[in-house]
């Protein structure tokens, strides 16, 4: 299978203890991420994929000299608060602060919902207004309901999608999809 524009982006979520299939499990010291993060940078793996709500990443990831990282993050369940543009600015900034970063490559939407909703086009254009002041290169959305992808594609135009792909998700490798996200130049 040939991608479009293949990156190894190395997710965070897994340092929160509560995250994942295994609950409870000890919290990463920041020598152990360190080290990973130099592996990282040796098998030139550059992107990080973060989130607030991610309870421990942006701790951990704070005591970690992250230069050279091009930084992935998201904001999540946007759509029932009143003033989105002010929250989503200080949510950026608050995250951008933890992480001792300039910018974010990229600031995703974690909940394809929130497009969806009364207050989609105001989250969209709230995101490419803390784009235009330089808080953020791209803007985008995480993913994994691939169905309704052509339809948000169609309504609102992004630079960047996360969605899954391992070993037991291998749904990006339709051909239609692949074509549709060349056609619009999408990473």
């Known amino acids: 299978m040939k ?3 293949k990156k190894i982006v190395l997710g965070t979520a897994q340092l929160d ?13 920041p020598k152990q991420m ?6 990282a940078k040796i098998k030139n793996i550059n992107f990080l994929d973060t989130a ?5 990443s942006e701790k951990i990831l704070n005591k970690v000299r992250l230069e050279g990282f091009n930084i992935i993050g998201k904001i999540e369940k946007i759509r029932q608060h009143k003033n989105v543009f ?8 608050e995250a951008k602060k933890k992480l001792k970063i300039n910018s974010f490559y990229a600031y995703l939407i974690h909940d394809e919902e929130d497009l969806y909703s009364k207050k989609g086009r105001e989250i969209y254009n709230s995101l490419l207004k ?4 330089g808080l953020i290169k791209k803007i985008g959305i995480s993913i994994y309901n691939f169905k309704d992808l052509p339809k ?3 309504k609102f135009k992004l630079d960047i999608i996360q969605l899954p792909y391992n070993l037991f998700d291998r749904r990006l490798e339709n051909k239609r999809l692949l074509k549709l ?7």
Do not use: A, D, H, Q
Not at 52 to 56: E, H, L, P
Not at 130 to 133: A, D, E, L, R, S
């Open 3 to 5: 991608f479009i524009n």
């Open 17 to 29: 203890k509560n995250y994942g299939l295994k609950k409870k499990r000890k919290i990463i010291s």
């Open 34 to 39: 360190r080290n990973i993060i130099n592996y």
């Open 52 to 56: 607030s709500s991610y309870k421990n």
């Open 86 to 93: 002010n929250l989503m600015k200080k949510k950026v900034t």
């Open 130 to 133: 803390i784009k235009k002041v």
């Open 152 to 154: 948000i594609l169609n």
């Open 181 to 187: 996200l060349k056609k619009k130049n999408i990473e």
